[in-house]
Structure formats: C-alpha cells, structure tokens
C-alpha cells in the first residue's frame, strides 16, 4: 500500500511541476509578438524546471525516492530545460 501512495504522490509531484512549467510557455506563447516578454516567459519556466531538480534533490538525500526514479524525474527535466533554451536561443524563430 506504501509504494502505491508514494507512486501516486511522485506521479502528482511531477504533474505539478511539468503543469507549472507549461503553464509559463503557454503564457509564452501569448507573448510571442513580444521577443523580449516570449524569452522572459521561457526563462521563467527554465526556472521552475530547475527549481523541480532542486527538490528532487532534496528528496534523493531524504531518502524520499530511490535513486532510479529520482533519475527518471531529472531525466525528463533535463529534456525539458534543453527544449527551452533551444526555444530561447531561436526566439526570432518563434516570434511574429
């Protein structure tokens, strides 16, 4: 019964992370006639990204999680963060 909550909580506790952080694009992308606020937008959710690794790491140390799942959280946010500095990197790309 223990590992099914604490697999439900990871599942929540990265829902909650990846919502935020698309949430901060999906703003983004309103702004996209705005490089400057488009690129401050995709920042913003880089930061909160980065922010998900630090409380995973948190959790890795706490023992709250093995080692395999924390590695499989840090993995999709390692993707994540990649896909938006490519996005911030060719804003020119992106904006109207």
């Known amino acids: 019964m223990r590992k099914?909550?604490?697999?439900?909580?990871?599942?929540?506790?990265?829902?909650?992370?990846?919502?935020?952080?698309?949430?901060?694009?999906?703003l983004g992308e309103r702004k996209r006639r705005y490089k400057a606020a488009f690129i401050a937008k995709l920042s913003d959710s880089e930061?909160?990204?980065?922010?998900?690794?630090?409380w995973l790491d948190f959790s890795l140390k706490a023992k709250f999680m093995t080692q395999i799942v924390y590695e499989g959280f840090?993995?999709?946010?390692?993707?994540?963060?990649?896909?938006?500095v490519t996005m911030i990197d060719g804003a020119d790309k992106w904006c109207r």
């Open 47 to 54: 930061t909160e990204a980065s922010e998900m690794q630090c």
């Open 4 to 26: 099914v909550v604490e697999e439900v909580s990871w599942k929540t506790v990265e829902m909650v992370g990846a919502t935020q952080a698309m949430t901060r694009v999906q």
């Open 74 to 84: 840090d993995q999709r946010y390692e993707r994540i963060i990649a896909q938006l």
